[in-house]
């Protein structure tokens, strides 16, 4: 696919055309204010119905789907497949990753709210999982795509002893509106188990999350702020009622 032509979620065709930051569909002629890259890959042991969740039927266009077999081609494909106005749909928060390398490209320097019920901090050395589906914003900040400065962990309530020791040395915060009036362009990591589990189904449940409408409530915030240059979905269960809701969030994000 190319960044400049996507498959529209109703003709099923290549005929969505990008318009500035979002599409227009040459075909039935509907406009779309973001470009979907679909990330199905979980990286872990037991993740296939994240993997499965990311093909979750959204009403956007399809820019690319991205299935690499390493997640080092993967980062680098989905960086590269970013539409201007970029919503990604992945497995595990691992998707996260390129989308941030490639706006960071983009934009020089990038701000992430990372709303998560875990840490997702982890390294080879301190995870007891071995899962990379634990490592992701590690793997950022290590790798100095973005600075500890610049990140917000929100929502999280299952951490392990080395993430919470990790975040009192960097100093990562836990106050998003702090991070609005810090930062340039944010990215909005939203692993959706920082929901709690009886509004939406997700792989990795945790008890005591948000609810719809307290995230929506933030997700708008991000939006009006006028900071937002992307979205990314993860964690989620292959459950249809899932589209619905995840239709709420990207309507309180303005997309």
């Known amino acids: ?21 979002g599409y227009e569909c040459h075909a039935c002629g509907r406009t779309f204010k973001a470009g979907l890259v679909r990330v199905p890959r979980a990286w872990g042991d037991g993740g296939e119905p994240m993997v499965e969740a990311a093909s979750l039927a959204l009403d956007y266009p399809e820019v690319a789907v991205v299935e690499e077999e390493t997640l080092a081609m993967q980062t680098l494909a989905v960086a590269s ?21 490639g706006l960071a490209a983009r934009h020089g320097r990038v701000a992430v709210l990372w709303l998560d019920a875990h840490g997702d901090l982890n390294t080879p050395e301190t995870s007891p999982s071995g899962d990379e589906w634990g490592m992701p914003l590690r793997m950022l900040l290590d790798r100095g795509t973005i600075a500890a400065g610049d990140v917000v962990l929100w929502g999280a309530r299952n951490l392990d002893p080395p993430e919470v020791d990790y975040i009192a040395a960097a100093g990562i915060g836990d106050d998003p509106e702090a991070l609005l ?24 449940p945790e008890p005591g ?13 991000m939006r009006e702020s006028g900071k937002l240059v992307g979205v990314g979905f993860t964690g989620l269960a292959p459950d249809p009622a899932n589209a619905e809701k995840l239709g709420r969030l990207t309507t309180a994000l303005g997309y």
């Open 181 to 204: 009036d810090r930062a340039g362009a944010i990215y909005v990591a939203l692993d959706c188990d920082v929901v709690d589990p009886d509004e939406i189904a997700v792989f990795m």
């Open 81 to 101: 497949d970013l539409a201007a106005r970029p919503l990604v749909l992945g497995g595990c928060c691992c998707a996260h990753v390129g989308a941030v390398e």
């Open 209 to 221: 999350g948000l609810s719809l409408y307290e995230l929506e409530e933030l997700l708008s915030r």
């Open 1 to 21: 696919m190319s960044l400049l032509r996507a498959k529209c979620p109703d003709c099923r065709t290549l005929t969505a055309v990008s318009v500035d930051d």
